[in-house]
């Protein structure tokens, strides 16, 4: 048995006794989301009252091991890090002329630009 075992690896051996990544985060990680915890109320040293309200530092915790599984961290390590985001590739290239008037732009008169007027039939004046 013992033999058995060095064969397999831990993951291997987990997924076996049912604590797979699937199970663990349906069973345990995910509950955790929605802990509560009761505050109790004492006068004179007696517990008075109580009220159940949101574990707020482990719903935390548990929603920081969901983003980490995400990998929606930045990574750390520079050399990774480098390897990660948008690469914006800068084209150095001219624009196109927005005055300039084509006059063999058809149908429909041209629009006139800067203070060039156009007459109805289309041609600058």
Do not use: W
């Amino acid at each position: 048995m013992l033999e058995a075992l060095r064969k397999k690896r831990v993951p291997e051996i987990c997924n076996e006794l049912g604590y797979g990544i699937p199970e663990i985060i349906q069973n345990h990680l995910g509950p955790k989301l929605f802990a509560k915890e009761i505050k109790f109320a004492q006068d004179d040293g007696e517990f008075s009252d109580y009220v159940e309200v949101d574990a707020l530092d482990i719903q935390d915790r548990a929603i920081d091991k969901f983003l980490r599984l995400h990998g929606a961290y930045a990574p750390k390590d520079p050399e990774t890090a480098a390897q990660v985001g948008v690469k914006v590739i800068i084209m150095d290239m001219p624009r196109p002329q927005m005055d300039l008037v084509m006059d063999d732009v058809k149908p429909g008169p041209l629009v006139p630009t800067r203070g060039t007027k156009v007459n109805g039939s289309g041609h600058k004046t």
